[in-house]
């Protein structure tokens, strides 16, 4: 899914289009196996019972609950935040029903920085720091390659250095 034209400028272009790393869908993941064993172990338990059919009634709320929650609650946070690096400016959008979001012009941005650990280097993810002229800096966690991300928004701050082509990424 590219990222939405009707809020770009008209001469404006979308360089990177990415997700947090998946590595956040991590947790998420292993809430829904757990509550699934937990449910079905419970389920089985009292399935002999003469209240089996309340308790099954009770459980599959509490699960159902616990998986919107746990689960659906940070894929749709995840699936819905966006950063976005375009020819003018960078983008942060995030939120599912209250959307929040932050723009840098290109033109304002002093430095970019990113610091990734061993594990966080092993999985292709980091943090990017943006310095604007005005602002405190400005850290962005889990950006997928964030090494790439780094290199094509340094090459947008300073078009006349090396490597002043514009690749096109999106990913997610």
Same mark, same amino acid.
């Given at each position: 899914?590219?990222?939405?034209?009707?809020?770009?400028?008209?001469?404006?272009?979308?360089?990177?289009?990415?997700?947090?790393?998946?590595?956040?869908? *991590?947790? @998420?993941?292993?809430?829904?196996?757990?509550?699934?064993?937990?449910?079905?172990?419970?389920?089985?338990?009292?399935?002999?019972?003469?209240?089996?059919?309340?308790?099954?009634?009770?459980?599959?709320?509490?699960?159902?609950?616990?998986?919107?929650?746990?689960?659906?609650?940070?894929?749709?946070?995840?699936?819905?935040?966006?950063?976005?690096?375009?020819?003018?400016?960078?983008?942060?959008?995030?939120? *599912?029903?209250?959307?929040?979001?932050?723009?840098?012009? *290109?033109?304002?941005?002093?430095?970019?920085?990113?610091?990734?650990?061993?594990?966080?280097?092993?999985?292709?993810?980091?943090?990017?720091?943006?310095?604007?002229?005005?602002?405190? @800096?400005?850290?962005?966690?889990?950006?997928?390659? *964030?090494?790439?991300?780094?290199?094509?928004?340094?090459?947008?701050?300073?078009?006349?250095? @090396?490597?002043?082509?514009?690749?096109?990424?999106?990913?997610?």
């Amino acid at each position: 899914m590219a990222y939405p034209d009707e809020l770009l400028a008209g001469d404006e272009q979308v360089v990177i289009h990415k997700h947090p790393h998946w590595k956040m869908l *991590v947790l @998420p993941v292993l809430a829904f196996l757990l509550i699934v064993a937990v449910g079905s172990f419970l389920a089985a338990f009292v399935a002999e019972q003469t209240w089996a059919v309340y308790a099954w009634i009770a459980l599959g709320v509490l699960g159902a609950v616990a998986v919107m929650w746990l689960t659906v609650a940070p894929l749709l946070r995840w699936r819905t935040t966006h950063f976005v690096i375009t020819t003018r400016r960078v983008l942060i959008r995030e939120g *599912v029903l209250t959307r929040s979001g932050v723009d840098i012009p *290109v033109n304002r941005i002093n430095t970019v920085q990113f610091r990734h650990s061993l594990v966080e280097r092993m999985l292709g993810c980091g943090t990017l720091v943006i310095e604007s002229a005005s602002d405190e @800096p400005l850290e962005f966690d889990d950006i997928p390659q *964030v090494e790439r991300v780094h290199s094509v928004l340094y090459q947008e701050i300073n078009p006349g250095g @090396p490597g002043t082509g514009r690749p096109t990424e999106t990913g997610r």
